[in-house]
Structure formats: structure tokens, C-alpha cells
């Protein structure tokens, strides 16, 4: 797919000059430049109170804080990585900027509703963060009851904000499926859609349908603390189990609101790395939808041990194995699709392998414990731990990564130092490997989560975990620094630096205002016939 070959020289940044420029933007690329930063901070603050609480374990009693401290640490570290990092950071940051270019597109079908989602976003994150700071929360990021509707923390504000989040996740959503549907280049079907799209397309349709239970699930938590509704208080008569219910309703598609936009980026790198086709499009587009699908059927997997039914828990497992069948088909189809593959070692290589290793061997321990008999002796381990960091934040991350390295050239224009790249990519992967696995063996071996004393046999394990978190911690600020200076000084990167395919690579790097000049045209489905098209179109 591509444009006319001559663009004007005006793109996204020096369009609109000023402050007001970027505050009042209704441009795609912008609010998605925006939501990079303000979900980049929110990683550097998740990752910090993360450091801390590695910190906090190196001995088995009291390092640097005390324990009510310690509770407020792992809390504001999982709200602050799941809710402000996690789940938006894919889909409003690299969705904004790369899926309507994709499409073809000149904006999103709402602009205005895109801007006014980022504004909701940093209006939740504020007030998430003002509670955090204000006086802490201690109830973990899932808000558990009847505990959340007892304790002095700041349980209200964070609640209130994280609903406020939600708000801005229905926003984008909607704006991405609207677009999908109408505003596709002339001539793209939807089995020529990239399949990033197919990725943030699923994801959307899972944020606009679930979302709105976990703000009423947050608003009856603010009722009953409030008014003493006895909705989920057992000493008034309510069911904690019922908060469960409708919280992981929710909170298991929010897993794949997380790994599935990773996916899509996943399916780029690899096609861009082997320069080939996927070895099955339709294979890796329908099981998008088939997670989407099944990943609202399998939430009871996280209350085997809370007095569900026999039957239930039975069903619960047998639907979370098959989220694993339409995940293993995704797996099987990449490492299909690197068979005589022309690949070169890039960091953005270097991240999907990471993500491969980190992706297969988290989903087989989630497998395992979708094993009730397996679940009831390893739940409120330390190896929960490890599996939710392998498959969730190691995938997530790991792709936020490769992505941001894939597609940094289109976003600034500029190129990296690829040596630095390539060693900040392995002192990421080889730092999460090293913080993680152990954890495994901790919970195997019965050390419970959020635990502020453990016993001393488990402080070498304790100590390595640390270890690799520093590794990790040194990798993504190496990261930040040379990609900032390459965002300045870096060398002009031309407009297809990769030799790529894709419509975000047909056009400007950076791209002009409404990223295409006359409609763009839909390129050939091979890369072996894109390569002739290209050679043809430049003579």
C-alpha cells in the first residue's frame, strides 16, 4: 500500500507550533505520541516501587522499610503497572499512532473522542496516583473484599480513579473498531488488514464489552464501603466470592487486553525480521478473536480455591486450556513463518525471541495451573508470581520494546545505535530471566506472595531474584538514554529503514499530518512481488 511519492514537508511535529499545539491536537499521531510518554512514566514508576519491594526481600526481615510500608510498595506497584502501564500502553499508544496509517486512513473516526480519552486517562492516573501518595493503599491491585471495604488506606480515590481509566479504555476502544470498520484504504479487505490491526481489533471489542463491569464492580466496592450495603461484607451479610466473580469478569479479559495488542506486534516483527510472509494470515486473524472470545468464559480460574462448585472448577480449567489451543496455534505459526526466513539479529529480533521464550515456557505453567489438584498447592505462591511476570509483564514488555524499537524510525524519523540496542536487549531479557525463574522455585518450594518476612532458606533464591531486577532496571535505562539521544542527534532514518512492508512504511518518516497524500493503493501480498512493485515504482 503506499501514497504519491512526493509529500509535503510539513509532518506531525512542527505542524502545530507551541504548547497548545499538542494539548488541543486532534492528529492520531500526537495523542499517540502523548499516551507513549504518559504510559512511559507510569513505567518508570511501577518499575521503581518494584525495585524497591526487590530491595525490601534481600533479607528475611525488615531492609528498608516496615511492613505496612511494604503493603502500600507492592500495591502501588500493581496499580501502577497494570492500570496506568499495561493495558493502555499497546493499544492508545502504538495503536493512535500506526493503526490508522494502516488502514489507510487519514485520522481515527473521532478525533475528538481521541483526545478527550487521553485527557480521561491522565485524570484517572492522577487520582490514582494523588491516593497512592497521599496516604497508600494496601490491598493489592485487585481490591480484594472484604479487606478493601475495612481498611484506613486510601481505598476510595484509587478505586475512583481506576474507574475513571476505564472510561478512557471504552473511549479508544470504540474509536478503533469504528475505524476498522469504515475508513479501510480502497481495496483492503479484511484479509489484507495488517495484523496488528486484527490484534488491537480484538483487543477493543474486549475492552468495550468488559470494561463497563469493572466500573460497576469499583462503584459497588465505593457504595458499600460507604453506606454499609452489605453487598460484599460477610458481617452484613454479603459475598466476597460475588466481588470475585464479577472482578475477574472482567480483570481475566484484562489479560488478554494486555498480552493480545503484544501479539500483533509480535506478528509484525517476525514477518518484518524473516522478510516473509505469516505462515498462516488467517490462522494468527482468527485466533485473535478466538482469545477474545474465550478469554470472557474463563475467569473462574482464579477462584479454585475461593468455594466454587467441583463441576465448575472443572469447567473453569477446561476453558482456560482452551485459550491455550488458539495460543499455541499463534506460537506454532510464528516459528513457522522464521523457516527459511532471511533473518538478521536486530534488538527488535532480539525482543521476540525473549518474548517466545518468556510467552511458551509462562504459558505452560499456566496450563499447570489451570490443574486444580496443581493450582490448590501453588495459589498465593510466589510461582503465581512468576507465571502472571512471564506471561503477562514479560510479554507485554518485551513487545513495548521490539515495537518501540521496530517502529521508532516512523515515530521520530531518526535512527538508534543498533550495538546499543542490541545490548540493552539482552540485559533486559537476560535481567527478567534472572528475576523471575527463581520465583518459581520459591513458590514450588511454598514461599507465599506479598510475603514481608520469609523464612532464611529462601533468601539465596531471594537474592538472585534482586539481582536480575538490577539487571533488568540497568537495561531500561540504557534504553532510555540512547533512544532519547536518538531522538535529537540520531542519523536521518529515510522512510522504510527496514525494507518493510506495511503502510506506515510508505509514507514519511516522520509522517505529514494526514499521513497520506493522494488515497493510498493496495501493495501486493508477498514480499517477493513487493520487492518487484517497489523496484517498478522507483523506476
Known sequence: MTSSPTFPRQHLYNAASGLWGWLATKDHKR???LFFFATALALMIGGTFAMLIRIELLTPGGTIVDAHSYDRFFTAHGIIMVWLFMIPA????????????????????????????FYIY???????????????????????????????????????????????????????????????????????????????YATSIMQVLATPVLGITLILIGLDRAFHLGLFDPA????PVLYQHLFWFYSHPAVYIMILPAFGVVSELVCGAARKNPFSYKAIAYSSLGIAFVGFLAWGHHMFVAGISIFDA????????????????????????????????????????????????????????ASVGLDVHWTDTYFVVAHFHFIMVGGTLTMYLGGLHWWFPKFTGRLYNRTWAIIASLMVSVGFLLTFFPQFLLGNAGMTRRSYYYPPQFQMLNVASTTGASVLAGGLVLTLL??????????????????????EWETTSPPPVHNFGPEPIVLPDDYEAYDYWREERVK
Request: net charge positive.
Open 122 to 200: 491522565l485524570a484517572g492516573a492522577a487520582m490514582v496516583l494523588w491516593g497512592l501518595l497521599e496516604g497508600g493503599i494496601d490491598t493489592g491491585w485487585t481490591f480484594y473484599t472484604p479487606f478493601s471495604l475495612e481498611t484506613p488506606t486510601m481505598v476510595l480515590v484509587v478505586v475512583a480513579g481506576v474507574t475513571v481509566i476505564g472510561f478512557s479504555s471504552i473511549a479508544t476502544g470504540i474509536n478503533f473498531i469504528v475505524t476498522t470498520h469504515t475508513m479501510r484504504a480502497k481495496g483492503m479487505t479484511w484479509m489484507k488488514m495488517p495484523l496488528f490491526v486484527w490484534a488491537i
Open 90 to 117: 499497546i493499544p492508545a499508544g502504538f495503536g493512535n499512532f500506526l493503526l490508522p496509517i494502516q488502514l489507510g486512513a487519514r485520522d481515527v473516526a473521532f478525533p475528538r473522542l481521541n483526545l478527550a480519552s
Open 31 to 33: 495523542i499517540g505520541i
Open 236 to 239: 452484613l451479610g454479603g459475598d
Open 482 to 503: 540512547y533512544l532519547t539521544y536518538a531522538a535529537v542527534r540520531g542519523p536521518v532514518a529515510g522512510n522504510n529503514p527496514w525494507n518493510a512492508r506495511g503502510l
Open 314 to 369: 472443572g469447567a473453569f480449567g477446561i476453558l482456560t486450556m482452551l485459550v491455550s489451543v488458539f495460543s499455541a496455534i499463534k506460537v506454532f505459526t510464528w516459528t513457522a513463518t522464521l523457516y527459511k526466513g532471511s533473518i538478521t539479529v536486530t534488538a527488535p529480533f532480539i525482543y521476540f525471541v525473549a518474548f517466545m521464550f518468556l510467552f511458551i515456557f509462562g504459558g505452560m505453567t499456566g496450563v499447570a495451573l
